[in-house]
């Protein structure tokens, strides 16, 4: 199976980490932010090439795009956007990510309708089968987090497929204790759970994402490669790890040589891959991610396929979606 353009382009594609807040391109933000009488602070092609000012306080940098987003119809635009830029090549099915705490403009309610509402005009227009999940921030508290819970039971869409948590484990040290009632509470509601790990936290925050809150999968979780039993109890458990290569190469490991990508697939972990911040990594595409994968990681086209299969059963989704998109993996591969 020969790694060709052509192959990595038309590969039917499976996406389950990726944050809606950085997938808003920049000319969007300007006429939004003109609409409020705002000016972004630099021009729109220029908004992503951030300092080390931005980075160092990334999550304040999001909180002030996010405010050109000013009505539930513009968040709408934002997510049919992401529906038809993602369908460009060939993402059959993609779970975005969405933390209310950046968009203090909106009330939960507000977020889940005009994001289903942009995902169904998205798809209808022949884009991409897109879901979300809500993600809470390592800094809420226990009350907030079960208030969130609340709220997705009572607002529930289809699109709305579970609960995520991510934020900065440096800062906030281990929250899992905090955070297990919402999460069981998610559970019991049959929502999915995804827990942002073992990428600012090392292999704890991965025992704990899956001790005390009993995620379903793991965003990240490449650093539970520091301790070999970890990665065996991954293995053997088959829990899926989103992993998003650029976004680590950038942001956690020195050299391409640190990445674990290749021994987690060695050792036998489920892998998926995944572009996390498309614009903050300079317009990143999956298909991109994937190349950079078969590259660094050495991985075979049969991996490469294999990731999308492991995405595809790892969604959260119906069981009657899942089949179609094996099927349509299945026939790509039977057509190579
Ligand atoms: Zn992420």
Redesign the pocket.
């Given at each position: 199976m020969e790694i060709t353009p052509g192959f990595l382009k038309d590969m039917p594609k499976i996406e389950l980490?990726v944050?809606l807040e950085s997938m808003m391109p920049g000319e969007m933000l300007e006429r939004f932010a003109a609409r409020q009488g705002k000016q972004l602070p630099r021009p729109a092609k220029e908004l992503y090439h951030c300092s080390a000012d931005d980075l160092s306080n990334f999550l304040a940098f999001l909180d002030s795009i996010c405010a050109y987003v000013g009505t539930t119809e513009e968040l709408s635009e934002v997510a049919e956007h992401a529906a038809l830029e993602s369908q460009r090549e060939n993402i059959l099915y993609m779970e975005a990510?969405l933390n209310p705490t950046h968009w203090p403009q909106f009330t939960v309610p507000e977020i889940i309708q005009a994001v289903t509402a942009g995902f169904d005009r998205g798809q209808a227009a022949g884009g991409t089968d897109c879901r979300f999940t809500l993600s809470l921030s390592r800094t809420q508290t226990a009350e907030e987090a079960m208030e969130l819970v609340e709220q997705m039971k009572a607002h529930r869409t289809p699109r709305l497929a579970g609960l995520s948590i991510?934020g900065n484990e440096i800062l906030t040290g281990r929250t899992g204790e905090r955070f297990r009632p919402a999460f069981l509470a998610a559970k019991a509601a049959g929502f999915g759970l995804t827990v942002?790990a073992g990428e600012s936290s090392g292999p704890e925050g991965v025992r704990d994402a899956m001790d005390l809150l009993g995620a379903d999968r793991l965003?990240?979780g490449v650093r539970a490669a520091e301790e070999p039993e970890l990665v065996r109890r991954l293995a053997e458990n088959q829990v899926p790890l989103n992993i998003?290569l650029t976004s680590n190469l950038t942001l956690l490991y020195r050299c391409p040589e640190d990445h674990p990508l290749r021994r987690l697939l060695d050792a036998g972990a489920a892998v998926t891959l995944n572009r996390?911040?498309p614009t903050f990594l300079d317009g990143l595409t999956l298909t991109k991610e994937l190349r950079r994968a078969s590259s660094f990681g050495a991985m075979t086209g049969e991996e490469l396929l294999n990731c999308q299969r492991t995405a595809a059963c790892a969604a959260f989704c119906g069981e009657e979606t899942k089949a179609a998109l094996l099927a349509a993996l299945a026939d790509f591969e039977a057509r190579l």
């Open positions: 980490h944050h990510i991510d942002h965003d990240h998003c996390d911040d």
